[in-house]
């Protein structure tokens, strides 16, 4: 799986759009980009993935760039609930059986 | 999504004695189950992988004979911690395989050994 790298913490404003961002430039053609949350003392929650188009549900936007080197999850409307560590994870496609891989993630912190 | 629990929510025992963890996937039937630990400030660490009806995959460092896991049914599977010591002491989730693109995690449990 291709390593990412996400800034260690980040703060938004509540009520305003969080954007997270995720370098992975190492990625492969067939690999996914995962993004995940974790509040404090839970389980990690999914929220989105995507290979190469933009996707976006109820949770948050996904936008990948072009070249598929980086992305960013967006949180539209941030609420302090969505305090957490957020991880970028990507996986091959068909790892779909596999675990997986956590980096240290970001951790976001909504300001009121 | 898919609706995961894990019993008990947290656990205290004593140094020596053996602890088990249930992981219950509530809404569908999963043939595979994975298990991570957390220890506090780091990220989650893949333990092993739990298939229903066949020996569980573990990951390299983890202790087959420490951390037994059975996965006896396609809605549970448990981890056992045997023999536990303080270094175990940690927060242990599973996670549920519902296709090849989702994972769904349970809230965890937090284990101390004293």
């Known amino acids: 799986d291709a390593k990412t790298t996400q800034p260690t913490s980040m703060d938004c404003a509540e009520g305003r759009a969080a954007n997270l961002p995720c370098n992975h430039s190492?990625?492969?053609?067939?690999?996914?980009v995962y993004w995940y949350r974790q509040i404090h003392s839970q389980g990690p929650q999914y929220i989105i993935h995507?290979?190469?188009n933009n996707e976006t549900n109820e949770m948050a936007s996904l936008i990948i760039t072009e070249d598929r080197k980086s992305s960013t999850l967006i949180l539209p409307h941030a609420t302090l609930r969505d305090t957490a560590v957020y991880y970028c994870?990507?996986?091959?496609?068909?790892?779909?059986?596999?675990?997986?891989?956590f980096g240290k993630g970001t951790h976001l912190i909504i300001q009121p | 999504g898919a609706v995961v629990s894990q019993h008990p929510s947290w656990v205290i025992c004593k140094s020596g004695t053996s602890v088990k963890i249930e992981c219950r996937s509530l809404?569908?039937?999963?043939?595979?189950m994975f298990w991570y630990r957390q220890f506090p400030k780091q990220s989650l660490m893949l333990m092993a992988t739990?298939?229903?009806?066949?020996?569980?995959?573990?990951e390299q460092g983890v202790e087959k004979d420490k951390f037994l896991i059975n996965h006896a049914s396609l809605t549970l599977s448990t981890l056992t911690v045997t023999s536990a010591h303080p270094e175990d002491s940690s927060f242990y989730i599973c996670?549920?395989?519902?296709?090849?693109?989702?994972?769904?995690f349970g809230p965890g449990t937090r284990l101390t050994v004293t």
């Open positions: 739990s298939n229903e009806g066949s020996k569980a995959t573990y």
């Open positions: 995507g290979l190469k």
């Open positions: 996670s549920v395989l519902r296709t090849a693109y989702e994972q769904y």
């Open positions: 190492t990625i492969s053609g067939n690999e996914y």
């Open positions: 994870i990507v996986r091959d496609s068909g790892g779909g059986a596999d675990g997986l891989t």
């Open positions: 809404d569908f039937q999963a043939t595979t």
